[in-house]
Each structure stands twice: as structure tokens, then as C-alpha cells.
């Protein structure tokens, strides 16, 4: 796709997740990072959260707000991104402030950053090049379809909160999927 550049900007534990046929991937799933920045959320995703394989959280494709695009984890590897659907899916994050910092207090489980339009048309490009790069993509949802599990609040364990809110209420759902040729999974 003429103009969409993707800069390779992998994890250095990239090489240790586990492989994967592309054939077998046939979804994408749309997150937000709940992080003030893309740096924020490169520390976040230089971390190590699985000591045995020496790997952490991470997508395999970041949009910062300004359109940019960067390639953490090589598609032919099985990034940690959502519970149960890794092995089958792309995860690609946007740099998105969510409900950050406080993300599981009930008073602020609102998002209210709308996403940037340079940000949109990028997810756009990047999701077009993905479906003629990887013919198996069917299917595109947002982590909170994924994942609903509820958790207590941080500031009343009473109360319970969506874990997972990702890409949130702003999210255009409509644009992309009228931009697209994958259909929504639900």
C-alpha cells in the first residue's frame, strides 16, 4: 500500500514468543493503551510479566495519536494481548488515555479522549495492508468483547467494574468497519 510505513520497533523478548502459521490468524483485535503516551506504554510493554518465558504484555502493531505506526511483535509471533484469543489474533493498540491512571476506581470508568483523526486513518491503512498481507483475517472486534470479566473497584471492593473497557464508547466502529473487508465478530 503505497505511503503506509510501518517502523519495526520490536520487543527484545520478540523472538521468544512462540511461533505461529499466519494461516491460522483470522482476527484482529482493536485495543487501546489506557497510557498517557507510546512511551508509557513501551515501558509498560518492556516489562517482563512471564519470568518462565521471559516475555510480557504487548500488540504486535502500535497507532500513536499522530498516525505513526510501529511494530512491536512480528505477526508470525504469538503476542500476549488478550486472554484466550492470542493464538488466533493480531493485537493492535492506540495510543488512547482511557481511564487512565485510574482505571478500575468506579468513578472513572468514563473514557473521554476521542481518537485522533490522523490516529483512524492510520488503523485504517494499517488494516487494509494486513488483509492483502494475511488473506485468513475474517474478523475484528475491541478487547472489551473479549475480555468481561468484572473486578472489584479499586475504591470499593463492593463494587465491581468492567476489567477491560478497550477501545471504549469513541471508538468509530462504523468508519473502520465501513472501510475495511473484515466483518465484526461478536
Known sequence: MTGLVIHRAHLPYAGQLDPREAARVDLVVIHCTELPDLAAARELGMRIHY?????????????????????????????????????RSLGIELV???????????????????????????????????????????????????????????DDPGLKVCRKRDPGPLFPWKEVLNSIPLKAYR
Open 96 to 154: 488512547n488515555r482511557g481511564r487512565y491512571p485510574n482505571w478500575l476506581n468506579s468513578n472513572t470508568q468514563i473514557m473521554t479522549e476521542p481518537y485522533a483523526e490522523e490516529q483512524i486513518t492510520s488503523l485504517i491503512r494499517l488494516l487494509n495492508f494486513l488483509c492483502t498481507a494475511n488473506r485468513g483475517l475474517r474478523w475484528i472486534t475491541g478487547h472489551e468483547q473479549l475480555d468481561l470479566e468484572k473486578v472489584p473497584a479499586t
Open 51 to 87: 519470568p518462565e518465558s521471559g516475555t510480557g504484555h504487548s500488540g504486535h502493531y502500535y497507532v500513536d495519536r499522530d498516525g505513526r505506526i510501529e511494530q512491536w511483535v512480528p505477526p508470525g509471533r504469538i503476542a500476549h494481548h488478550v486472554r484466550g484469543f492470542n493464538q
